[in-house]
Nanobody, 120 residues
Framework: QVQLVESGGGSVQAGGSLRLSCAASGSIFRIYVMGWYRQAPGKQRELVAT???????NYADSVKGRFTISRDNAKNTVYLQMNSLKPEDTAVYYC??????????????WGQGTLVTVSS
């Protein structure tokens, strides 16, 4: 019903930057929270950043001051600008969207994940 397509992952040296994008499509009535999570090898998935429909933003302490989340409601897209990347940022990054497909149906949708590798 709702699909997420992520892009922008890749390999970068420490101190570098990457920008992730996640576009939602399908039976969308309204999108609420859009966010990014990540999962490093051997670790649990953790929140990176979220942005509500009212532009309230939340960041994990580990990325504050380095990452910036934003959304384009006209394009149903969320972005994650990652600067000053560190090797510990290496992980698979997942987009997540809370979406209503009608006035009474709500979904929490995950993207397929995009790998970010930061070398020292």
């Amino acid at each position: 019903q709702v699909q997420l397509v992520e892009s922008g992952g890749g390999s970068v040296q420490a101190g570098g930057s990457l920008r992730l994008s996640c576009a939602a499509s399908g039976s969308i009535f309204r999108i609420y929270v859009m966010g990014w999570y990540r999962q490093a090898p051997g670790k649990q998935r953790e929140l990176v950043a979220t942005v509500t429909g009212g532009s309230r933003i939340n960041y994990a302490d580990s990325v504050k001051g380095r990452f910036t989340i934003s959304r384009d409601n006209a394009k149903n897209t969320v972005y994650l600008q990652m600067n000053s990347l560190k090797p510990e940022d290496t992980a698979v990054y997942y987009c997540n969207v809370d979406v209503a497909t009608s006035t009474s149906s709500y979904l929490k949708v995950w993207g397929q994940g995009t790998l970010v590798t930061v070398s020292s």
